[in-house]
Structure formats: structure tokens, C-alpha cells
């Protein structure tokens, strides 16, 4: 269970510029960044890069987001072969300096997530980035129109 918990944590590191190092994004990195709210999260992403590296070929995790509920769907296969579900409920708060704050609970038992999460979006939308708050855990996420079947 501690496994899954870990792998689901590192999956929920992302936000959505261009990771090329395992930095958290600084000011001067985000020129061009949007408010992060509820409904700028709301709909379907798809994990491109954690770490500043690519997910490896037939991995995948995809995260469908409803900004109205507050709630979160995850489809994942990197702990293992099987496609995994994960779902649960998050908040978005705004720190002392402004920075956008994601955190959440899992529907399954396991609790609250490892980490809260600074979220990063551009203009725009269609990406974000995500850096933990706790350790050097970094996420790049694309938005896209639905979760494949799986």
C-alpha cells in the first residue's frame, strides 16, 4: 500500500511549462503564467514528463479534473501492468507569496497525498507544471480532450 501511495504522490508532481531540470520553476521562469483556479484545472491531463525526463514508452497517467465537485479521477499503469483507479477530492489555495497550492485526499483509505503541490499553468491553459512543496518532485502535465479507453 505504501508503494502505491509513493507512486501516486510522484505522479502528482506536475505543472505545465517545459521541465528541464529537477529545479522548482522560479518567477523569472514563469513570465506568462495564469491564475490557477478551479475551473482552469477542470478536465482531462495527461502525465508527459516527470523528473525533467519523458515517461517511459507504455507508461501513462491520465487525471480527469471537475473544478465544480472539487474532485479527481486517476488512471495509471506505473506501479503496475493493470490499469489502476485512484479517486479522491483536492483544494486550491494561494500562499503567502502568491504561489498556487494543490493538495488532496485519496478516496481509497490511504489518505491525504505525500505532498502539496505548487501549480504553475501558462497562458493558455493547455499545460502545468507541478513542484512539490516537501521534496524535488517535478510533474509536466497537457491538457487533452477526454481519458483514452483503457
Known amino acids: 500500500m505504501e508503494l502505491i501511495k509513493r507512486i501516486t504522490t510522484l505522479i502528482f508532481a506536475a505543472t505545465a511549462l517545459l521541465a528541464v531540470s529537477c529545479e522548482s ?4 521562469e514563469l513570465p506568462q503564467s ?6 482552469a484545472l477542470d478536465g482531462a491531463w495527461q502525465l508527459t514528463a516527470w523528473q525533467g525526463k519523458p515517461l517511459a514508452e507504455g507508461l501513462y497517467c491520465y487525471v ?3 473544478g465544480e ?4 479521477e486517476m488512471h495509471d499503469n506505473l506501479g503496475s501492468m493493470y490499469d489502476n483507479l485512484t ?9 503567502d507569496t502568491k504561489r498556487y497550492i494543490i493538495s488532496g485526499t485519496y478516496d481509497n483509505g490511504v489518505g491525504d497525498w505525500n505532498s502539496a503541490y505548487v501549480v ?8 502545468m507544471v507541478w513542484s512539490s512543496t516537501t521534496s524535488d518532485d517535478l510533474s509536466t502535465y497537457r ?7 483503457l
Open 25 to 28: 520553476p522560479t518567477e523569472e
Open 34 to 39: 495564469m491564475d490557477v483556479t478551479y475551473s
Open 64 to 66: 480527469a479534473f471537475n
Open 69 to 72: 465537485t472539487r474532485r479527481f
Open 87 to 95: 479517486t479522491g477530492s483536492f483544494s486550491l489555495e494561494q500562499d
Open 120 to 127: 504553475t499553468m501558462p497562458k493558455g491553459g493547455d499545460s
Open 143 to 149: 491538457r487533452i480532450d477526454a481519458i483514452p479507453e
